[in-house]
């Protein structure tokens, strides 16, 4: 059973506005609370490489390997550059329109997926963030590591589905001005370069 401080832990994590937080919302607010819905998810699963690779002992290969983790800092940093230009791009973006098709989900979802996995913060942040919480004395501790992990995410998809119905919820009685469709396409454009020159600018 995971201790109450981890899941206040986790809940602070979680709760605290990123990448994932911010697509999850654009997504919402652009096509619906279904297609946040998928976003959410697609975050979610973004953290199984981290949580692999923090399993099998590669974060601390990535902890010492500079070259490794600058080369996954370079991968998120484009990504988000493209995200950034791809919102200021498609001025039909936040359009509200009861009646557009949402988007594919596996390519809504792929994108997520990238968003998350691109973060080499990400992988640290476990190998750091999970021990902690574990008891070095459990004669299982893969399981209980795998437990750990199973709630983190959990919590991580009901938070990123509640920031997406609120997303859904403003889009509906705000987003019929031109004005605002704008300023949030560009607001949320540059939200994403500025997360970019953050990780483009982070240490270990």
């Keep these: 059973m995971p201790s109450l401080d981890f899941l206040l832990t986790s809940a602070v994590v979680v709760v605290t506005p990123g990448a994932g937080v911010l697509f999850t919302v654009s997504t919402g607010l652009a096509q619906g609370r279904l297609a946040a819905a998928y976003a959410s998810l697609g975050c979610t699963l973004g953290i199984v490489p981290h949580m692999a690779a923090t399993a099998m002992g590669l974060a601390a290969v990535m902890h010492a390997g500079a070259l490794a983790f600058q080369l996954l800092k370079l991968a998120g940093v484009l990504y988000l550059l493209y995200l950034a230009w791809a ?5 039909s973006a936040f359009a509200a329109d009861p009646a557009a098709p949402t988007r594919s989900p596996l390519r809504l979802m792929g994108k997520a997926v990238l968003l998350n996995a691109l973060n080499p913060k990400l992988t640290l942040f476990f190998f750091a963030f999970l021990p902690q919480f574990m008891d070095p004395a459990d004669p299982a501790p893969m399981r209980q590591f795998a437990a750990l992990s199973a709630v983190f995410m959990v919590m991580t998809l009901g938070v990123f589905v509640v ?42």
């Design 163 to 204: 920031y997406g119905v609120l997303a859904d919820a403003f889009r509906q009685r705000v987003l019929a001005s031109p004005r605002t469709q704008n300023a949030l396409r560009r607001g949320f454009s540059a939200a994403f370069a500025l997360m970019a020159a953050k990780l483009a600018a982070s240490e270990r």
């Design 87 to 91: 919102t200021w791009r498609d001025r």
